[in-house]
């Protein structure tokens, strides 16, 4: 059974950063795409930052929304199965609940949000002065 557990959110001022965790368990796939979603209040979810991994791939290509390119950086830790989004430069138009998921993908290019069959339950992002 795949698992997925965010933590790392919180509360900081614009400018500050922030580092997200995906505990993962249970990901068996030999390829898989694996990232961040963000849903804030009265928007439409999107997609933040993915990487693409099979079972032996440390290094897998990445792929950013543009609001978040540069600031953002998506990586991920084989040995600790942990996948971490690391936020900079935090703006006030990106605070959200920022969601992992992942989905089996062995194909070229990147999966709609519609294969992404697990979820974790959410860290909630707010940047304040």
């Known amino acids: 059974q795949v698992q997925l557990v965010e933590s790392g959110g919180g509360s900081v001022q614009p400018g500050g950063s922030l580092r997200l965790s995906c505990a993962t368990s249970?990901?068996?796939?030999?390829?898989?795409?694996i990232g961040w979603f963000r849903q804030a209040p009265g928007k439409e979810r999107e997609g933040v930052a993915f990487?693409?991994?099979?079972?032996?791939?440390?290094?897998?290509?990445?792929w950013y929304a543009d609001a978040v390119k540069g600031r953002f950086a998506i990586s991920r830790d084989t040995a600790k199965k942990t996948v971490y989004l690391q936020m900079d430069s935090l703006k006030p138009e990106d605070p959200a609940v920022y969601y992992c998921?992942?989905?089996?993908?062995?194909?070229?290019?990147?999966?709609?949000?519609?294969?992404?069959?697990?979820w974790g339950q959410g860290t909630q992002v707010t940047v304040s002065s």
């Open positions: 249970g990901v068996t796939f030999d390829y898989y795409v």
């Open positions: 990487i693409k991994n099979s079972l032996t791939s440390t290094n897998g290509d990445r």
């Open positions: 998921a992942t989905a089996e993908w062995a194909e070229s290019g990147w999966p709609p949000e519609y294969e992404y069959d697990y």
